[in-house]
């Protein structure tokens, strides 16, 4: 079993920032894409940042120029550096990633998702 646990979340106002982590435990082999997503209110989870083991990023262009995803693959930890934040990035952010177990299984695990909310 694998837990990933985020932090980093709060209360900010337009313009700042907040730098979100997630960090996995448990079986783990090796990581492979290790991703954020959001979800606001009444809408659909979409697809914020991902990186993969060999570190190629891919951002929605909605974020793009002011998100910056990481990863620390010794500590299986994956950040989310937010800055310029905007009213519309409210939401709740949740990390996934794709997991190989010792067992050489790939499983999909997510977060349990931490609150960002940009406002003044």
């Known amino acids: 079993q694998v837990q990933l646990v985020e932090s980093g979340g709060g209360l900010v106002q337009p313009g700042g920032s907040l730098r979100l982590s997630c960090a996995a435990s448990g079986s783990i082999r090796s990581i492979n894409t290790m991703g954020w997503y959001r979800q606001a209110p009444g809408k659909q989870r979409e697809l914020v940042a991902a990186?993969?083991?060999?570190?190629?990023?891919n951002y929605a262009d909605s974020v793009k120029g002011r998100f910056t995803i990481s990863r620390d693959n010794a500590k299986n930890t994956v950040y989310l550096q937010m800055n310029s934040l905007k009213p519309e990035d409210t939401a709740v952010y949740y990390c996934?990633?794709?997991?190989?177990?010792?067992?050489?299984?790939?499983?999909?695990?997510w977060g349990q998702g931490t609150q960002v909310t940009v406002s003044s």
């Open positions: 990186v993969t083991r060999g570190e190629r990023t």
């Open positions: 996934n990633a794709d997991v190989v177990e010792p067992t050489y299984y790939v499983y999909n695990y």
